[in-house]
Structures are given as C-alpha cells and as structure tokens.
C-alpha cells in the first residue's frame, strides 16, 4: 500500500481561509417549489415551515449522515493521533469523516493503517480534499497527479473526492473559468469512471464577479460549463453567506442578491455535501460574521436542513461540521455534533 502524501497546493489554500477572515449569514428556509426570500443584508432571515416530509419530530440530520471535516481536528490528530480522535468522534455520534491530507504532520501513516482505524470505530471516509493544480509536477494534485489522487481514494473506499480549491487557474474571467471547467469535468469523468464523485468545495471568493464580464458571478459560470453528472459541489454554507454579504453588490455598487439556499433547491443533486458551520453577526468584522460553533450562530439550520430534506433525495446528503480556528477543537466537535443531532422536524432550531 502506498504511503499517503501531504501537497503544499492544499497547504496554501488552508493558509488562505485563514486569511480570508471569518464571517456568516443566515439563511432563508422554504419548501421545494415556492421562492425563498432574499435574506437582508445583515444575514439574518425568516424561520421555514416546520413540517418536513418524512415527518414530524424525526430527525434532520438521518443517522449514517454526520460528518467532520479533519481540518477542523489538526491539532488533535497531531497530539493524541487518529486513534483517538476517531474514538471521540465516535463518542461525539459522528458516522463520517472528510480528509484534508491523510497524514496532517503525524508521520508515516499509510492508507490501510487509516481504513482499518476507521472501521475500528464505525466511521466512514466520505470525501477529501486534495489540491487542484500545481507549478511542481510531481506535486499531490488533481492536474499533475490525478491516477494517485483516484487510486488513494479508492483505497479508503471515499465515495466523493474533490477540491477546496477555486476554479483561480487561469484568472478570474469568464473565459479562465471555462477552462477551468473543463479541466474539472475530466477529473469527474475519472472519478466517476472508479465509482466516485469529484466535487469542488467554495469559498466566498467564487460568488464575485468576472473581472471582463462585472456582470456574470463567476459561481455561475463554474455550474453553467461542469456537467452535472460529472462536477459536484460541496456547498460551504458559512462562506456562501459570507459571499451574500460582500458579494450582494457588482463592482458599480448595483444590487445583486442572491440566496444561497436556491442555489441548492435549484439543483439538489449536485450538492451531495455539505459545509455545517455557524457564525455570530459582527459589523466589526471583514465580513460582517464571526465563526462560532454550529448552534450558536445566526445560521437558520433547522430551516436549511429542512427545505434540502424535502428535495427530492434530499434525506440523501451529507453535512459536515468544520470550524477553522476553533479554541478547543474537541469541544467544537462535540457541541456541533449535539446540535445538529438535536435538530428535528417540526421542532425550534
């Protein structure tokens, strides 16, 4: 079994959400079918209808569904190790785990050593996060290694595989963009070729605007040139927000709002993943938010919970729980996970 690799691709886009700041929305919730309403500007939005489709009082958040994404445990991955941080997840109710590097500076770990950890403690590889492109071509990377990045995934049994980097190749046009999407729709159709899913993971910065075309979201153009059978996205829904908040104006300072949520109902099969995290409205802030743990934010997640669950499929998707700079990481992990566990249909949120 080959021994799993770091990339400084991935390295770089970590340093960069650091960068980016901290911010939050909240989200209107509504029914397949009727129109959500776009949420003012400080974020905030109205509560859904609280009946779900399967029923009132069940859970949103169906068992075999919850996940974390491992970035937000570095620190403990690197003190106490996998071992026990997947026991505490365990602990914590968790079914799944998403993969930022498979080794997160611990050392030699190999691929096998990982599958037989997680099986030991019930949890699942749902999908990583791996670098799209790089200067180095030897570098761990979709573009310059995609046979390995397949073959290391497929080894874990990950159903998903993807990026957290933007379609930023070659610049932020229109026309860059659709050669980034290309590039992306090959990686889907070898993916899907080994039974798996490639998805992009966004930021904030993929709901601005073209630099030759102010008027086109370049978000927009990424779902217009990917197939939809072969490029998933994970939707981010703390930074989608963020992107609501400093993206609800072109670059003439003409309104341009837009909501998340819709993004979503318009196309649910194309988010199998999703981004939980929560944040605390603070005009002192970049971005308007501060990052919090999932429940004690601004983020209506029992509203967005319940309007994707009554997608068609929708008791289909995965919500992952991130925090980027968490103060005690286990903590977050455990008061996220009881949150979202907590959330049912028909009840407050």
């Known amino acids: 079994m080959k021994r799993a690799q770091e990339h400084p691709e991935l390295a770089e886009t970590l340093r960069r959400r650091r960068f980016l700041g901290v911010a939050a929305g909240a989200t209107a919730a509504t029914l397949v079918g009727t129109a959500t309403a776009t949420a003012a500007q400080t974020g905030t939005s109205a509560r859904s209808d609280t009946s779900a489709q399967q029923g009132r009082g069940g859970p949103l958040v169906p068992r075999g569904h919850l996940g974390i994404q491992l970035y937000t445990l570095r620190d403990q991955v690197q003190s106490i190790g996998f071992a026990q941080v997947f026991k505490e997840l365990a602990r914590y109710g968790y079914d799944q785990v998403e993969f930022a590097g498979y080794t997160q500076g611990t050392g030699d770990i190999t691929l096998k050593q990982l599958t037989r950890l997680m099986r030991d403690h019930g949890l699942r590889g749902i ?48 026309d860059g963009w659709k050669r980034c999407a290309e590039e992306f729709n090959t990686y889907g159709a070898a993916a899907k070729a080994r039974g798996m899913k490639f998805y992009q993971h966004n930021h904030a910065e993929e709901f601005s605007f073209a630099t030759d075309r102010p008027d086109v979201r370049l978000y927009d153009v990424l779902l217009a040139e990917t197939d939809p059978e072969l490029v998933h996205l994970e939707m981010d829904i703390y930074w989608a927000y963020v992107a609501q908040y400093r993206f609800g104006k072109k670059v003439d300072g003409s309104p341009a709002p837009f909501e998340p949520l819709d993004y979503v109902l318009r196309a649910p099969h194309r988010y199998p993943l999703f981004h939980v995290k929560d944040g605390e409205h603070d005009e002192t802030a970049t971005d308007g938010y501060r990052m919090v743990d999932v429940g004690d934010g601004d983020i209506d997640y ?30 977050t992990a455990r008061r996220s996970a009881r949150y979202l566990r907590s959330l049912r249909c028909g009840g407050r949120g």
């Not at 310059?144 to 610049?171: C, F, K, M």
């Not at 029992?302 to 903590?331: C, K, M, N, Q, Y």
């Open 127 to 174: 999908g990583s996060h791996v670098g799209y492109y790089s200067d180095d071509p030897k570098a761990y990377s979709f573009a310059t290694n995609l046979t390995q990045v397949l073959d290391d995934a497929e080894a874990l049994g990950l159903p998903h595989v993807g990026t957290a980097s933007g379609p930023w190749r070659y610049g932020s046009t229109v």
């Open 302 to 331: 029992r509203g967005f919970l319940t309007a994707v669950g009554r997608t068609h499929g929708g008791r289909r998707h995965h919500w992952i729980v991130e925090h980027d700079e968490p103060a005690d990481s286990l903590t």
